[in-house]
């Protein structure tokens, strides 16, 4: 992988990993490659993310709307976004250099804006890599929730909220909630209720271009609507979520030595066996 200018992205409020920023800076610039610690720019060739996911959700819009690969280490908890960890770190510094062979994901993501049923204003679209969720503030009765996919009528959820993942973010709450599990490099939406009143209210997977309309219908509370983890917006009865594709996909440079199955396994206990098993080298040959 060709670098020539490399943006070093470092968790908010932790001295250490700025610390350690500032080293991946040092050794970049040790090898003649330009580098710059929390800068995002256009001409960049790569942005690392040290931290855990929420950096990498953090610096998730800004990067794809530049087209640039994003690797991340995990220097949080569980990591399941940012795939390197800290003692892979410079060995996949290195390993990048000399390999023109890196496979880079392209992760789609989601827009998502929010209509005034009483003015029909329509607010500025952000953008989401993993979900976005409406959702009721309390403990108050379940919420009504009127959905469309393309204009088709789908059905009135009556639940805790709503649940609007791409492929990457089936991992995250949507998992939680029962919702599936899609191979991230898939290009699709998983639409999935939370804790539905009906239980045939089962979770639907759409395509990824699908354009999605829901509507809060009254009696409701207070409800927002949660982009990546950040509350993006209250919403009140009559108002309506517009979610569709986003226009750029994030790009993601996938771990060197571990596949996304080995990641479900280690990090998530998915499976219950961390240990790759090899395919037989007599059934290797017919596939």
């Keep these: 992988m060709k670098i020539d200018y490399a943006g070093i ?32 720019e256009p001409d ?43 003692d892979e770190m410079y060995q996949t510094f290195e390993t990048l250099l000399l390999d023109d062979e890196v496979h880079i994901e392209r992760r ?36 009504r929730l009127r959905c469309w996919a393309d204009r088709e009528y789908v059905t009135t959820y009556r639940a805790d909220g709503l649940i609007m993942a791409t492929p990457t973010g089936s991992t995250a ?11 991230a490099e898939l290009e699709a939406i998983v639409l999935t209720p939370i804790c539905p009143f009906m239980l ?4 639907v997977l759409l395509g990824a271009d699908t354009k999605i309309v829901t509507h809060l219908l009254a009696p409701a509370g207070q409800v927002k609507v949660i982009v990546d983890g950040s509350l993006q917006w209250n919403i009140t009865e009559n108002d309506y979520l517009l979610v569709e594709r986003a226009e750029h996909p994030l790009l993601i440079v996938s771990s060197l030595w571990k596949s996304y199955f080995n990641i479900l396994r280690t ?21």
């Design 267 to 287: 990090k998530l206990n998915w499976g219950g066996d961390a240990v790759d098993q090899p395919l037989p080298a007599r059934v290797c040959r017919h596939c």
């Design 44 to 86: 960049m060739s790569l942005v690392i993310v040290l931290g855990g996911d929420g950096t990498l959700l953090h610096v998730s819009e800004r990067a794809s709307s530049y087209g640039l690969p994003v690797l991340g280490v995990n220097l949080g908890n569980l990591g399941f976004l940012t795939e390197v960890s800290a």
């Design 108 to 143: 789609i993501m989601l827009s998502a804006a929010y209509v005034n049923g009483a003015t029909g204003e329509k607010s500025p679209a952000v953008n989401a890599l993993n979900e976005v969720v409406i959702v009721k503030k309390s403990t108050e009765a379940m919420v």
């Design 173 to 183: 709450y949507n998992l939680s909630a029962g919702g599936p599990l899609v191979h």
């Design 200 to 203: 045939e209210s089962r979770p």
């Design 9 to 40: 992205v470092t968790r908010p409020n932790s001295p250490d990993v700025e610390r350690r920023g500032r080293e991946v800076v040092e050794w970049f610039r040790a090898r003649n490659i330009r580098a710059d610690l929390n800068r995002i």
